[in-house]
């Protein structure tokens, strides 16, 4: 009788550990990982830093290029106009990285606010807005895209044939067809 219910109460343990350990939810440390934006973000701070590590090698050898020209000579102009054009591009570098710095940390907050309330309401399977990210993509798209009108417009020449590039083989095709009757 005492080995049946000591069994029993092994067994009630058991079920109870089980549900325990398998029933609980667990918030997690690092959502952020799982958010395509916040990743977006991070990869475009990483290749900004790549490109501003490359603006200050190009500035330097700018510098050098500029300090070793003869004076007064147009070669010396255009190592001046080279380096100020790099040191132009070192600026807008460091800029850009000091804000997505910015812009990473604010969005790892915002991520980590989103999803607790997203874990307490017990709604985790729509948090990461696909409608946010699908916003960033738009709104990167529209930064992105060349701002000059000649390039982004199609020519006319492009999308039409020219006249005399088609009457020229015309005339051919017709002296040839004709087989010499005229």
Same mark, same amino acid.
């Given at each position: 009788?005492?080995?049946? @219910?000591?069994?029993?109460?092994?067994?009630?343990?058991?079920? =109870?550990?089980?549900?325990?350990?398998? +029933?609980?939810?667990?918030?997690?440390?690092? !959502? %952020?990982?799982?958010? !395509?934006?916040?990743?977006?973000?991070?990869?475009?701070?990483?290749?900004?830093?790549?490109?501003?590590?490359?603006?200050?090698? $190009?500035?330097? %050898?700018?510098?050098?290029?500029?300090?070793?020209?003869? !004076?007064?000579?147009?070669?010396?102009?255009?190592?001046?106009? %080279?380096?100020?054009?790099?040191?132009?591009?070192?600026?807008?570098?460091?800029?850009?990285? $000091?804000?997505?710095? =910015? @812009?990473?940390?604010? @969005? @790892?907050?915002?991520?980590?606010?989103?999803?607790?309330?997203?874990?307490?309401?017990?709604? %985790?399977?729509?948090? !990461?807005?696909?409608?946010?990210?699908?916003?960033?993509?738009?709104?990167?798209?529209?930064?992105?895209?060349?701002?000059?009108?000649?390039?982004?417009?199609?020519?006319?020449?492009?999308?039409?044939?020219?006249?005399?590039?088609? $009457?020229?083989?015309?005339?051919?095709?017709?002296?040839?067809? +004709?087989? +010499?009757?005229?």
């Amino acid at each position: 009788m005492e080995h049946s @219910r000591f069994s029993l109460l092994k067994l009630l343990f058991g079920v =109870i550990l089980l549900f325990s350990i398998g +029933g609980c939810r667990s918030e997690d440390p690092n !959502p %952020e990982v799982r958010d !395509p934006l916040y990743k977006a973000i991070k990869d475009e701070l990483a290749g900004a830093e790549k490109g501003l590590e490359d603006a200050k090698k $190009a500035k330097e %050898e700018a510098y050098k290029r500029m300090n070793e020209t003869e !004076p007064r000579t147009i070669d010396k102009r255009n190592a001046e106009k %080279e380096y100020w054009k790099a040191v132009k591009q070192v600026d807008s570098l460091t800029t850009a990285v $000091a804000y997505l710095k =910015i @812009r990473v940390e604010r @969005r @790892r907050v915002e991520t980590r606010a989103a999803y607790r309330k997203a874990f307490k309401a017990h709604k %985790e399977e729509e948090w !990461p807005n696909p409608s946010e990210y699908s916003g960033y993509l738009t709104n990167r798209r529209l930064r992105e895209v060349n701002l000059n009108w000649s390039r982004r417009v199609p020519k006319l020449k492009d999308r039409l044939p020219s006249s005399q590039g088609e $009457a020229k083989p015309a005339k051919k095709a017709e002296n040839s067809e +004709g087989g +010499g009757e005229e």
